[in-house]
């Protein structure tokens, strides 16, 4: 008898654990690290390893000098996701540019978690890049379809910052 209580406690612990792992995904709810992004990306595909963004990309990302900072949303068990994001790492690494910087937020398949900085930074769809210039929220990119995404992003880095510009020269109030 004290066999089989013995065996059965092992046994909910074991389940208690393999439980636990299999929440991995659950682990991966939150902020990320960068290299973790990457690691997982890699797995998922091998190509992802030795990626490498464009030059007019890394050109336009070196040339910032005002502050622009990324949030990446992605979910972290979807290999595209990954990939996306992994992309993105890679350019922010590669720039070598002090004010370009990234950080990478694992969000749940539902979007349920983290509610927190979903609800904040009003995100509704995975992946997606909010992206702050100057501590200010300036645009917003989702994936599209067949741009490589530190293109994608340059362009949209450089088209905002372009209409913020313009508009601060039209307003009167502002000198």
Same mark, same amino acid.
């Given at each position: 008898?004290?066999?089989?209580?013995?065996?059965? #406690? $092992?046994?909910?612990?074991? %389940?208690?654990?393999? +439980? +636990?792992?299999?929440?991995?995904?659950? $682990?991966? &709810?939150?902020? *990320?690290?960068?290299?973790?992004?990457? =690691? !997982?990306?890699?797995?998922?595909?091998?190509?992802? +390893? /030795?990626?490498?963004? /464009?030059?007019?990309?890394?050109?336009?990302?070196?040339?910032? &000098?005002?502050?622009?900072? %990324?949030?990446?949303?992605?979910?972290?068990?979807?290999?595209?996701?990954?990939?996306?994001? +992994?992309?993105?790492?890679?350019?922010?690494?590669?720039?070598?540019?002090?004010?370009?910087?990234?950080?990478?937020?694992?969000?749940?398949?539902?979007?349920?978690?983290?509610?927190?900085? #979903?609800?904040?930074?009003?995100?509704?769809?995975?992946?997606?890049?909010?992206?702050?210039?100057? $501590? /200010? =929220?300036?645009?917003?990119? @989702?994936?599209?379809?067949?741009?490589?995404? =530190?293109?994608? *992003?340059?362009?949209?880095?450089?088209?905002? @910052?372009?209409?913020?510009? =313009?508009?601060?020269? !039209?307003?009167?109030?502002?000198?």
């Amino acid at each position: 008898m004290r066999a089989v209580a013995g065996w059965a #406690l $092992g046994l909910v612990l074991a %389940l208690s654990v393999a +439980a +636990a792992i299999g929440r991995q995904g659950t $682990g991966l &709810v939150g902020y *990320l690290p960068k290299d973790r992004v990457v =690691e !997982l990306a890699a797995a998922a595909d091998g190509s992802l +390893a /030795s990626y490498t963004p /464009s030059p007019a990309a890394l050109a336009s990302f070196a040339a910032l &000098v005002d502050p622009v900072h %990324l949030r990446v949303f992605l979910c972290a068990s979807r290999p595209a996701d990954l990939a996306f994001a +992994a992309r993105i790492a890679r350019s922010v690494e590669a720039a070598a540019n002090p004010v370009f910087s990234a950080e990478f937020v694992g969000v749940a398949a539902d979007l349920s978690e983290p509610a927190g900085l #979903l609800s904040e930074n009003a995100v509704t769809m995975a992946p997606e890049v909010v992206i702050y210039w100057m $501590g /200010s =929220e300036i645009a917003r990119m @989702r994936p599209g379809a067949g741009a490589a995404a =530190e293109e994608e *992003l340059a362009g949209l880095i450089f088209q905002a @910052r372009s209409q913020i510009a =313009e508009e601060m020269i !039209l307003d009167n109030d502002f000198f």
